[in-house]
């Protein structure tokens, strides 16, 4: 697991997870995947070559070799104080 440790905004500043310091990125697992990604075709739909109607309809089998990626690529998820926050594919 590779952890990436933010610095602590300045005093009477808030900052992104009030009081959490730390992101955790690690690779995804499918649940993680599909919840996150699902999310972000509710809330950015433009950013996506798909539609959250076609995704929201894939079988698990999808969703776990999505997760799992492939010979040239691999996929993580961000998280922080428990709730993921972002996604990553990186494709060689």
């Known amino acids: 697991m590779l952890g990436v440790t933010r610095p602590l905004p ?4 808030p900052g992104i ?3 959490s310091v730390g992101v955790e990125v ?3 697992d499918p649940a993680d995947w599909e919840e996150l990604r699902l999310r972000a075709l509710a809330d950015a739909p ?3 070559s798909s539609t959250l109607e076609q995704e929201a309809a894939f079988p698990e089998e999808v969703w776990r070799r999505w997760a799992e990626g492939g010979t040239a690529s691999v996929d993580f998820i961000a998280r922080e104080g428990g709730a993921s926050i972002g996604m990553a594919a990186i494709f060689a």
């Open 10 to 13: 300045p005093a009477g500043k």
């Open 17 to 19: 997870g009030e009081g």
């Open 26 to 28: 690690r690779q995804a």
């Open 46 to 48: 433009y950013a996506f």
